[in-house]
């Protein structure tokens, strides 16, 4: 498994990972496959956007597991903090390790340079429970998304 910046050609990987994140949004949004495509692409491109726009500094990787893409990476490492901004795996590199691994390589960062590492995840993500298991607590509860942070000084 290999980390490499986003190119433009990633674009269509992009969408692609994005739609499978999404499935029942997708299928109830969307009335045909070409509208629920238009509207991954669309909402793929928007969030990227807003990504880049907010964390100019931040590193966006694609990861690549056997030469092949396999989910994206996007951290901030700020002075005070390094923030998990997106993770997201396409289904079939989910629940064999890699999330596991590549967060736990954040909390080692993380840990040797005595800074927090903090994120959001969707109350309905299962992830939880892999970021409660490496040591994430909620910050404060959350109706849409739960902050989360992982402390070096609690660890």
Known sequence: MTL???GHDDEPFLIGLYASTRPAELAALAATPDVAA???RSQATLQQRAYVEAYPGASFDLVIVDG???GR???DRAAGEIRLIEIALLPAFRGVGIGTHLVGELVAEASTRGVP???HVDVANPAQRLYRRLGFVAAAPGEVHIPMRWDPLAA
Do not use: D, I, K, N
């Open 117 to 119: 590492v903090v994120l």
């Open 4 to 6: 490499r910046a986003l």
């Open 73 to 75: 990476l996007y951290v």
């Open 68 to 70: 092949r893409p396999a």
């Open 38 to 40: 238009a509207f991954a």
